[in-house]
């Protein structure tokens, strides 16, 4: 989805285009961005110069102060590190760093990566409210998260891998009525 690799069979399209005929740089101008697993700053560069650097593209530069606005709003934390190294961030705010440089972008769908990934339960409540706040906001979610307890809560649809084959799909509710998702996922 994020077209860092490219599909041995199937296709893909994404409001109507085909993805398998687009260029990985250029997913971001169909309007798809990535948080990678591991958020993959720039921890060299500033807070407010990695977020510059999500809104790159010229319709996005010309709403960089807007999204800059909702960025800050979202994670209020970001305004107050604004000049801090991205380096000597908590995790925590690593993460919504990364998520703010994606949404400097202003996509219609943001790819998620293992968010919750190495934070503090606290911190992922945290996170997983903005997550819900921006799906609120009209941008689509995919998620890939281990923390399936987590990810149910906020999926509208889910999908259950075993070793990279879907085993189970449905909504999250439907889900949660199989006892052998409960019991191999939730451990009860």
Do not use: W
Not at 106 to 116: A, G, I, T, Y
């Amino acid at each position: 989805m994020a077209g860092l690799l490219c599909g041995r069979k199937g296709d893909l399209r994404f409001d109507g285009a085909d993805m398998t005929a687009v260029r990985a740089h250029d997913y971001c101008r169909h309007g798809i961005a990535l948080v990678p697993e591991g958020r993959r700053l720039f921890t060299s560069l500033t807070v407010l110069e990695n977020l510059e650097l999500g809104s790159y593209r010229a319709d996005a530069r010309r709403k960089r102060a807007a999204s800059l606005e909702q960025v800050c709003t979202m994670f209020p934390v970001l305004k107050e590190r604004l000049a801090a190294v991205a380096g000597t961030l908590s995790g925590g705010q690593q993460q919504m760093l990364a998520i703010g440089r994606a949404l400097m972008a202003r996509p219609s769908l943001l790819l998620l990566d293992e968010p919750s990934l190495g934070l503090a339960p606290v911190i992922v409540v945290e996170l997983f409210r903005a997550i819900r706040r921006i799906n609120a906001a009209g941008v689509a979610i995919l998620l890939v998260e281990q923390n399936v307890a987590a990810a149910l809560e906020l999926a509208h649809r889910a999908y259950v891998l075993e070793e990279g084959r879907i085993v189970a799909q449905g909504r999250p509710a439907t889900l949660l009525s199989q006892p052998q998702i409960r019991k191999a996922y939730l451990g009860h």
